[in-house]
């Protein structure tokens, strides 16, 4: 089948996902000024999965190697990515996180036989160049942790992973593969929840929680399996250059204030990015 006739579902799945993926990084860092980042997660992982079994209307969990590996590595994602925000601005970690392309290419070749083309890696480069050059701007005034970058680069290696366990695992039946997903690192989330406790429930933290659990999990999940299952991830990955560009849109439309040159150039590198490994 054609890749032209996968773009219609692939644009509708990724609109939704790029909005929601937009505001996580800020909503996440504010929810943790009253909760610690286990706790955080793993109600947000337990609410998440709970909502998607209820959409199933069926409570039977997956159980084989693949799916618990894939819980695993979205547990490990979720846990640096969320621990990484406590040393790390949200730009910085936006920006950080943007390096899954270059990782997730090569690990389809490695684990799925998934052999990317030419221009897919041409994408992903020109794509990367694009966000290093966004992030010159995002650091100038900034001291980037050392601990919190090396975190947050941790959140981009595994989340390359699932995504290709996305991958291997399209034929088996979505949302119940990401409700299992979703209540596997739950319970991982909680079985290390003594290393640090804490909660304060306020109605901050209780719309944080909601944003984090029904938009940026359950259905922030179920899209990015949706997207995955329709390309090679060579393909797929590089999408996610789309984030930046919707988080300057968000601030001009809110500031009224136009970005530094230097970031519209970065914009640029990323929609040509996205523009070589998509569609030339």
Same mark, same amino acid.
């Given at each position: 089948?054609?890749?032209?006739?996968?773009?219609?579902?692939?644009?509708?799945?990724?609109?939704?996902?790029?909005?929601?993926?937009?505001?996580?990084?800020?909503?996440?860092?504010?929810?943790?000024?009253?909760?610690?980042?286990?706790?955080?997660?793993?109600?947000?992982?337990?609410?998440?999965?709970?909502?998607?079994?209820?959409?199933?209307?069926?409570?039977?969990?997956?159980?084989?190697?693949? @799916? %618990?590996?894939?819980?695993?590595?979205?547990? +490990?994602?979720?846990? &640096?990515? #969320?621990?990484? *925000?406590? !040393?790390?601005?949200?730009?910085?970690?936006?920006?950080?996180?943007?390096?899954?392309?270059?990782?997730?290419?090569?690990?389809?070749?490695?684990?799925?036989?998934?052999?990317?083309?030419?221009?897919?890696?041409?994408?992903?480069?020109?794509?990367?160049?694009?966000?290093?050059?966004?992030?010159?701007?995002?650091?100038?005034?900034?001291?980037?942790?050392?601990?919190?970058?090396?975190?947050?680069?941790?959140?981009?290696?595994?989340?390359?992973?699932?995504?290709?366990?996305?991958?291997?695992?399209?034929?088996?039946?979505?949302?119940? @593969? %990401?409700?299992?997903?979703?209540?596997?690192? +739950?319970?991982?989330? &909680?079985? #290390?929840?003594? *290393?640090? !406790?804490?909660?304060?429930?306020?109605?901050?933290?209780?719309?944080?929680?909601?944003?984090?659990?029904?938009?940026?999990?359950?259905?922030?999940?179920?899209?990015?399996?949706?997207?995955?299952?329709?390309?090679?991830?060579?393909?797929?990955?590089?999408?996610?250059?789309?984030?930046?560009?919707?988080?300057?849109?968000?601030?001009?439309?809110?500031?009224?204030?136009?970005?530094?040159?230097?970031?519209?150039?970065?914009?640029?590198?990323?929609?040509?990015?996205?523009?070589?490994?998509?569609?030339?």
């Amino acid at each position: 089948m054609s890749t032209s006739r996968f773009i219609p579902k692939t644009v509708g799945y990724l609109v939704p996902y790029v909005l929601i993926a937009t505001f996580q990084y800020q909503v996440a860092q504010d929810g943790l000024k009253y909760s610690s980042p286990f706790v955080l997660m793993g109600l947000r992982y337990l609410i998440a999965s709970l909502i998607l079994f209820g959409v199933v209307r069926s409570f039977r969990p997956i159980v084989n190697k693949d @799916t %618990v590996l894939l819980s695993i590595v979205s547990w +490990a994602s979720s846990g &640096f990515w #969320i621990l990484g *925000l406590e !040393y790390v601005s949200p730009s910085e970690s936006a920006v950080l996180s943007y390096t899954m392309p270059l990782i997730a290419i090569p690990l389809s070749y490695l684990l799925l036989s998934e052999k990317a083309s030419h221009k897919e890696w041409i994408g992903a480069g020109v794509g990367f160049v694009g966000v290093l050059v966004y992030s010159f701007a995002l650091f100038e005034n900034q001291t980037l942790s050392v601990l919190g970058a090396v975190l947050t680069l941790s959140n981009a290696f595994f989340w390359g992973m699932y995504t290709i366990y996305y991958r291997k695992l399209k034929n088996q039946e979505a949302t119940m @593969t %990401v409700a299992t997903q979703l209540l596997f690192g +739950a319970l991982f989330f &909680f079985l #290390i929840i003594p *290393l640090g !406790y804490r909660l304060e429930v306020t109605p901050n933290f209780l719309f944080d929680l909601a944003y984090l659990s029904v938009l940026n999990g359950a259905l922030y999940f179920l899209l990015w399996n949706a997207i995955v299952r329709l390309q090679s991830v060579g393909k797929t990955s590089t999408l996610i250059y789309s984030i930046p560009i919707t988080v300057t849109v968000a601030q001009y439309l809110e500031t009224s204030l136009l970005p530094p040159p230097v970031s519209l150039i970065g914009i640029c590198l990323m929609i040509f990015g996205i523009s070589v490994s998509r569609f030339w």
